[in-house]
């Protein structure tokens, strides 16, 4: 069926119709899980995202974003084939979770700073749970393990670089944006010199770029509300009725014969549509199935990262010409990519995780129940956290600038 089928028409109309029904119908069960995404959103999206989108778009005003692109282009154009300010991107992403990835993205295409190619191929990759949610919430929150969480962090982060790497042959043929010129400056003094063009063809004043940042960060961020309050309602309302159940179901007759231990299906179902139910679902499965299968199952449903997210990602991706197909297709990739890693590297990730329980990070302890503390924890820990991996991005870009150089000769 193509979009203008007149079933498909019909079909999306006895869909909405049927929403409406199950929703009047149910109205307490709408209306607590209302609260639940309120509640999500609130305490967790809301203090872990706004601070990085609003310091992000005055960070791309004032030309830091060019300053950093110039230093790491010579990392992110071979590894990822696209251009240095993709580390920036990388960086939120990383730091701070999904969707921000997909806003800076959209961002810099809308500034010209990328192709539709390059910007396929980053949001790919880049967008991401934040550590703060893989480790604080998973693994120690679901699992009650700090080493846990060690294995969860290494196998969905060093997989969506993996598939960053795949990606980088996305689209080749299309155009690509303008590589830097080969130049006998410093790198640090080209980066100065990109920096403040950048600063001079923006030209509004800070306190006008600081007030359209704000602006910007909130539109998203009740966008992203929206999202997770009608998403909350959507799967409360599909467990009520049962639907939820009937899929579990059926995936459990088709996963039952390829090995895979039918607890599971419950968990994968929930993990369809939003990726804290579905691994919260994944760390109840009954005790007699093995830690590895269970660590496994997590890190493919973190890394699918749910439809809610992906609506989210489709949203903000509307307003270029970026399309979400590919970006469809690397989450696949990733959650099937984490479930590799987790079975080959379970014994030797499990054996270091433990020799290192001493030394773990402070941002596995439980979040502070005052919400001011809270606040407080999920920006300073995120921050701490962009910092770590900006300073890693550079470090490895000082060793690739010697072969950079050389394919510029």
């Known amino acids: 069926m193509t979009r203008r089928s007149p079933i498909l028409t019909l079909l999306l109309a006895l869909l909405s119709i049927g929403l409406v029904i199950t929703l009047v119908s149910h109205p307490e069960t709408s209306f607590q899980a209302a609260l639940d995404g309120l509640k999500i959103w609130w305490e967790v999206v809301f203090p872990a995202t706004l601070p990085f989108i609003v310091v992000s778009e005055i960070l791309m005003g004032v030309g830091v974003v060019h300053f950093v692109g110039v230093l790491l282009e010579p990392l992110m154009r071979p590894l990822f084939n696209v251009p240095g300010t993709g580390g920036f991107v990388l960086t939120m992403g990383f730091s701070s979770g999904y969707p921000v990835a997909a806003k800076l993205t959209t961002r810099l295409r809308e ?17 991401t749970g934040d550590p703060l949610f893989v480790i604080g919430a998973v693994a120690v929150g679901f699992f009650h393990s700090e080493q846990l969480g060690f294995v969860l ?11 960053g790497i795949l990606f980088r042959f996305h689209a080749v043929a299309d155009p690509s944006s303008k590589k830097l010129m080969k130049n006998q400056l410093p790198l640090a003094i080209r980066a100065l010199q990109a920096m403040h063009r950048a600063r001079i063809r923006d030209g509004r004043p800070f306190g006008k770029l600081m007030g359209e940042a704000v602006h910007s960060a909130l539109q998203t961020l009740l966008m992203i509300g929206g999202f997770l309050i009608v998403f909350s309602v959507l799967i409360q309302l599909l467990q009520t009725i049962h639907v939820t159940q009937l899929l579990s179901t059926i995936l459990h007759i ?3 014969p390829l090995g895979f231990p039918p ?11 939003e990726v804290t139910l579905g691994a919260q679902a994944a760390s109840e499965v009954p005790s007699h199935i093995s830690l590895m299968w269970k660590t496994a199952v997590a890190s493919a449903i973190v890394s699918w990262g ?21 970006y469809l297709f690397a989450r696949i ?7 590799v890693m987790t079975f080959v590297l379970w014994n030797p990730l499990s054996q270091l995780a433990m020799s290192m329980t001493d030394t773990l990070p402070v941002f596995l302890a439980q979040r502070e129940s005052d919400p001011m503390l809270h606040w407080w924890h999920v920006f300073s820990q995120s921050g701490l956290i962009a910092l770590a991996i900006s300073l890693f991005l550079f470090l490895l870009s000082v060793v690739f600038v010697k072969g950079w150089r050389k394919s510029y000769r």
């Open 153 to 163: 962090a290494t196998t969905h982060y060093v997989s969506a670089l993996l598939i």
């Open 263 to 273: 607890a599971f299906s419950k968990a994968f179902i929930a993990g369809l549509f």
């Open 333 to 339: 990739l990733h959650a099937c990519t984490a479930v």
């Open 306 to 326: 749910g439809l809610s997210v992906h609506a989210q990602v489709a949203s903000i991706l509307s307003q270029t010409d970026i399309r979400v197909a590919p």
């Open 111 to 127: 500034s010209g700073g990328l192709t539709r190619a390059e910007g396929e191929r980053l949001v790919s990759f880049a967008t």
């Open 254 to 256: 088709i996963l039952g």
